[in-house]
């Protein structure tokens, strides 16, 4: 059974920041492009980032470039979003998800989503 | 501010149509596929169409894609209540070598 299981979110100060974790079992972690995509309270959903299978290539929404970092582990079968110069509006419901038609998406399975609140 | 417009919200009774379109430009649903989503408040989105028109397993064959030129559409026949939710489309974008989520729609079965 695929999973992918976040971890990682909470309080962080603006400014601060916070590394969201992914953790993924039940297929071959490392053949696939994964994506981090966020909803902020009352919005929409907005993609932020994803990165190749061998992490090699990566892409960022606008507003997170140079502030936000993904990464992962493919020894590990982790995912990560390391979260800098946290502002209020990266206040959002995180999921990670698995893009099984490289950057072009085909989001099939979906992590349960973590919460990061940015506030003082 | 999304690339990809869709309306802000749909309705219909049980047993009725509802379409919901995405318009987007020739650097997104021009060039690239079109991926549907459903969201329900508090779970995690759920792919419901890929690649224009595909339909992933388990999802009911009451959900269709099209495609044509830059705009994209959903289709959802028989409208149960449990279809009641927000619907994104998705798709790359090559101009801005981003993935573009559409604005949403929020579904209403009255």
Same mark, same amino acid.
């Given at each position: 059974?695929?999973?992918?299981?976040?971890?990682?979110?909470?309080?962080?100060?603006?400014?601060?920041?916070?590394?969201?974790?992914?953790?993924?079992?039940?297929?071959?972690?490392?053949?696939?492009?994964?994506?981090?995509?966020?909803?902020?309270?009352?919005?929409?959903?907005?993609?932020?980032?994803?990165?190749?299978?061998?992490?090699?290539?990566?892409?960022?929404?606008?507003?997170?470039?140079?502030?936000?970092?993904?990464?992962?582990?493919?020894?590990?079968?982790?995912?990560?979003?390391?979260?800098?110069?946290?502002?209020?509006?990266?206040?959002?419901?995180?999921?990670?998800?698995?893009?099984?038609?490289?950057?072009?998406?085909?989001?099939?399975?979906?992590?349960?989503?973590?919460?990061?609140?940015?506030?003082? | 501010?999304?690339?990809?417009?869709?309306?802000?919200?749909? &309705? *219909?009774? $049980?047993?009725?149509?509802?379409?919901?379109?995405?318009?987007? %430009?020739? +650097?997104?649903?021009? #060039?690239?596929?079109?991926?549907?989503?459903?969201?329900?408040?508090?779970?995690?989105?759920?792919?419901?169409?890929?690649?224009?028109?595909?339909?992933? &397993? *388990?999802? $009911?064959?009451?959900?269709?894609?099209?495609?044509?030129?830059? %705009?994209? +559409?959903?289709?959802? #026949?028989?409208?149960?209540?449990?279809?009641?939710?927000?619907?994104?489309?998705?798709?790359?974008?090559?101009?801005?070598?981003?993935?573009?989520?559409?604005? *949403?729609?929020?579904?209403?079965?009255?």
């Amino acid at each position: 059974e695929v999973q992918l299981v976040q971890s990682g979110g909470g309080l962080v100060q603006p400014g601060g920041s916070l590394r969201l974790s992914c953790a993924a079992s039940g297929f071959s972690f490392s053949g696939y492009w994964m994506t981090w995509v966020r909803q902020s309270p009352g919005k929409g959903l907005e993609w932020v980032a994803n990165i190749k299978e061998d992490g090699s290539e990566k892409y960022y929404v606008d507003s997170v470039k140079g502030r936000f970092t993904i990464s992962r582990d493919n020894a590990k079968n982790s995912l990560y979003l390391q979260m800098n110069s946290l502002r209020g509006e990266d206040t959002a419901v995180y999921y990670c998800a698995r893009a099984t038609n490289g950057r072009y998406g085909r989001d099939d399975y979906w992590g349960q989503g973590t919460l990061v609140t940015v506030s003082s | 501010q999304s690339v990809l417009t869709q309306p802000p919200s749909a &309705s *219909g009774t $049980p047993g009725q149509r509802v379409t919901i379109s995405c318009s987007g %430009s020739n +650097s997104n649903i021009g #060039s690239n596929t079109v991926n549907w989503f459903q969201h329900l408040p508090g779970t995690a989105p759920k792919l419901l169409i890929y690649r224009n028109n595909q339909r992933p &397993s *388990g999802v $009911p064959d009451r959900f269709s894609g099209s495609k044509s030129g830059t %705009s994209a +559409s959903l289709a959802i #026949s028989g409208l149960q209540s449990e279809d009641e939710a927000d619907y994104y489309c998705a798709a790359w974008d090559d101009s801005l070598n981003v993935y573009v989520f559409g604005t *949403g729609t929020k579904v209403t079965v009255l």
